[in-house]
């Protein structure tokens, strides 16, 4: 979950050069490709590959489930008032992970019968606290892992992770607890998150979620050097400084998309798309070196599928694009 600023007005984040610190699309990285023919069969496997990444109805279901067995076991000790599932789970950009499936839950608790946390010097470790106590305490939950982890109190369920952050209204954003480095309550707004994800995704014909889905997967099975949210904010960035018009191609999309990371991945280059604080302070001059080395070096692989397939070569960038996106072993 992302810890951001609130607003409320899209159009600061959706007019010109707002996002990620307005750098231009047209100066910024290479050329763009939109104008490549469209090869069905390439894009159909492509779209294949994204429909294999997604969670299936059994996934979605097992952890809706976890999600009201949560609810029913914090309702009974807690003053809640409302409990919503955010994260990739609700932007529909999570993907099976084989290290397991999460699911991240902001339970909003009534400020008006527990806000002493607020003002407690401890208050954010209290909180996560008696979170941990009231699910320790359903003997459901008698042989799950459970502990406080930052602003979360995680819950493993053999291979499925519930995630769960305890928070209060502040206007129209959150206050979440935050106890890495000290004792704080952070302003964050989810909703506003997943409604820009929403809109990107509308604006560009639905390609947006999709290729979340296949830089987290990449991102995966190369160290996972990356968050969630900062993928999905450098995905946000290249879709919103992209210009209209152009054939839609998930060919295209990558290909310029991995043209742009090595330029994204420098340091301070990767922010909120709400706030548009920094959002890659945690990587260490090595990971960086590394991501802008493997980007580059996918980017060239897409340029030359990109030709193969201007050239009628869809074999040959089938195979190319396959590797980037884990078909192929490369």
């Known amino acids: 979950m992302g810890s951001v600023h609130g607003r409320s007005d899209l159009s600061r984040h959706y007019g010109p050069k707002s996002l990620g610190g307005g750098y231009g699309f047209a100066t910024e990285g290479p050329a763009s490709v939109q104008d490549i023919p469209l090869d069905d069969q390439l894009e159909t496997s492509i779209d294949r590959r ?22 029913a076991s914090l309702s009974r000790g807690l003053a809640v008032e409302r409990v ?19 699911i991240d839950l902001q339970v909003t608790l009534r400020r008006d019968l527990l806000d002493g946390w607020l003002d407690q010097e401890n208050g954010p470790r209290n909180c996560l606290t008696k979170v941990r106590s009231v699910l320790s305490q359903d003997p459901r939950y ?65 390609r947006v979620k999709p290729i979340v889905k296949l830089v987290k997967d990449w991102n995966n099975r190369h160290g996972r050097r990356l968050s969630s949210y900062q993928i999905e ?30 330029w994204y991945l420098r340091k301070g280059s990767i ?24 980007t580059r070096r996918e980017g060239r692989r897409l340029r030359e599928a990109e030709w193969h397939a201007r050239h009628g070569r ?17």
Do not use: C
């Open 271 to 294: 922010r909120d798309p709400v706030d548009d604080s920094p959002l890659d302070t945690h990587l260490s001059p090595e990971d960086r070196s590394r991501l802008v080395r493997l």
């Open 233 to 262: 904010a450098m995905v946000l960035r290249h879709f919103h400084e992209k210009p209209a018009g152009g054939t839609p191609s998930y060919l295209a999309d990558l290909t310029e998309l991995f043209g742009h990371l090595p």
């Open 50 to 71: 994204v429909g294999a990444l997604s969670l299936g109805e059994g996934d979605r279901r097992d952890l809706q489930e976890l999600k009201d067995q949560v609810r």
């Open 84 to 102: 919503n599932v955010v994260g990739s789970f609700s932007k529909e950009t999570q993907i099976r992970d084989e290290e397991g499936n999460d």
């Open 314 to 330: 869809s074999q040959r960038a089938a195979r190319l694009v396959g590797v980037v996106i884990g078909d192929i072993d490369g």
């Open 142 to 206: 008698s042989d799950v892992e459970i502990r406080v982890d930052r602003n979360a109190v995680r819950a493993k369920f053999g291979d499925k992770v519930v995630d769960i952050v305890p928070v209060f209204r502040e206007g129209g954003d959150v206050l979440i607890p935050d106890t890495k480095g000290g004792q704080s309550w952070i302003r964050s707004n989810p909703r506003l998150s997943k409604r820009l994800l929403d809109l990107a995704d509308l604006n560009h014909r639905g």
